[in-house]
Nanobody
Framework: VQLTESGGGLVQAGASLIVSCVGS????????MAWFRQAPGKEREFVGG????????AYSDAAKGRFTISRDNGKNAVFLQMHDLKPDDSGVYYC?????????????????????????WGQGTQVTVQG
């Protein structure tokens, strides 16, 4: 499967932005999906995740209340809607697929937040927030 992100850009603090991820080569509808971000000199960090049906989500503390992850399995796409952006939100945003966690495992253990749990990654889209 290939994941392609888009929608990044340069915005002012307080602005909103939506980044998108479209899959090709396989259906994303079977898998939990997530957004990660990586700032220069920092480790890649979890931002938000969504289960395969779109019924369960998880967010980092930094994203909670400002970001919303969603998916449209009919379009084979995942989205991250970001509001009230801050300079600390700057970085490359990556879409990732967890192909190994089953639905039952998601119910019992939740959505994975570790980089190592995700098997497929996009090339990323740059988000820069000027403050």
């Amino acid at each position: 499967v290939q994941l392609t992100e888009s929608g990044g850009g340069l915005v002012q603090a307080g602005a909103s932005l939506i980044v998108s991820c479209v899959g090709s080569g396989n259906s994303l509808s079977y898998w939990n999906m997530a957004w990660f971000r990586q700032a220069p000199g920092k480790e890649r960090e979890f931002v938000g995740g969504i289960d395969w049906r779109g019924g369960r989500t998880a967010y980092s503390d930094a994203a909670k209340g400002r970001f919303t992850i969603s998916r449209d399995n009919g379009k084979n796409a995942v989205f991250l809607q970001m509001h009230d952006l801050k300079p600390d939100d700057s970085g490359v945003y990556y879409c990732a697929a967890d192909t190994k966690t089953t639905g039952i495992a998601t119910i019992t253990s939740g959505i994975a937040t570790s980089v190592s749990r995700y098997d497929y990654w996009g090339q990323g889209t740059q988000v820069t927030v000027q403050g």
